[in-house]
């Protein structure tokens, strides 16, 4: 999986394909816990897939935000693979990255502030965050605008000289080397 994110996101999306986010039932495996329903809807154990889409309250966002994302995938691995596969156009996939993190940043602020889940919320903080990281994206492409290159065309040199035209190439992965020349006067 590769794409430009937040490395807190990319970090994130990374924990939570493999499992490794610290949802009850995974704190459970290692420590005395002893509840480990899901903080939000409190009937389910609470697995990286229950909290990130199959909680009820995780539906309202997905299917609340400007995705209009239904809940009818298995898992979260080819939640994320199919929308990177199907969708076209890059902002989108970043949008859905950006919810599954709001939406695990509010289960956070549930579990240690007791504060409420609100979907509502939880979308406009991932869509707000979304158009933070697209003005950041155009200011830094706006920044350095490309240069316009001419195209130079080749002009002989003058009576009693000669020019020398070299190029090369390398190749990283191969740790080969290309190198060519021509010499020519002023009759080409």
Same mark, same amino acid.
């Given at each position: 999986?590769?794409?430009?994110?937040?490395?807190?996101?990319?970090?994130?999306?990374?924990?939570?394909?493999?499992?490794?986010?610290?949802?009850?039932?995974?704190?459970?495996?290692?420590?005395?816990?002893?509840?480990?329903?899901?903080?939000?809807?409190?009937?389910?154990?609470?697995?990286?897939?229950?909290?990130?889409?199959?909680?009820?309250?995780?539906?309202?966002?997905?299917?609340?935000?400007?995705?209009?994302?239904?809940?009818?995938?298995?898992?979260?691995?080819?939640?994320?693979?199919?929308?990177?596969?199907?969708?076209?156009?890059?902002?989108?996939?970043?949008?859905?990255?950006?919810?599954?993190?709001?939406?695990?940043?509010?289960?956070? %602020?549930?579990? #240690?502030?007791?504060?409420?889940? +609100?979907?509502? &919320?939880? /979308?406009?903080?991932? =869509?707000?965050?979304?158009?933070?990281? %697209?003005?950041? #994206?155009?200011?830094?492409?706006? +920044?350095?605008? &490309?240069? /316009?290159?001419?195209? =130079?065309?080749?002009?002989?040199?003058?009576?009693?000289?000669?020019?020398?035209?070299?190029?090369?190439?390398?190749?990283?992965?191969?740790?080969?080397?290309?190198?060519?020349?021509?010499?020519?006067?002023?009759?080409?």
């Amino acid at each position: 999986m590769e794409f430009t994110s937040t490395n807190k996101i990319k970090f994130f999306i990374w924990r939570a394909t493999k499992d490794y986010l610290p949802t009850k039932v995974q704190l459970a495996k290692r420590a005395q816990v002893n509840d480990v329903l899901c903080p939000l809807c409190h009937s389910v154990s609470e697995t990286t897939e229950h909290i990130l889409y199959k909680c009820h309250l995780s539906q309202l966002v997905l299917f609340g935000s400007p995705l209009g994302i239904t809940s009818t995938i298995w898992n979260i691995q080819i939640l994320i693979a199919g929308w990177q596969f199907f969708l076209k156009f890059f902002l989108k996939k970043h949008m859905l990255l950006f919810l599954l993190w709001y939406i695990w940043y509010a289960r956070h %602020k549930v579990v #240690w502030d007791n504060n409420e889940f +609100d979907p509502a &919320a939880v /979308i406009t903080s991932a =869509v707000n965050a979304m158009q933070d990281y %697209k003005a950041a #994206w155009v200011t830094q492409l706006t +920044d350095h605008p &490309a240069e /316009i290159v001419q195209q =130079v065309r080749w002009k002989c040199p003058s009576i009693d000289w000669v020019k020398l035209n070299v190029d090369g190439s390398t190749n990283a992965t191969t740790n080969n080397a290309c190198m060519g020349a021509i010499a020519r006067d002023c009759y080409g």
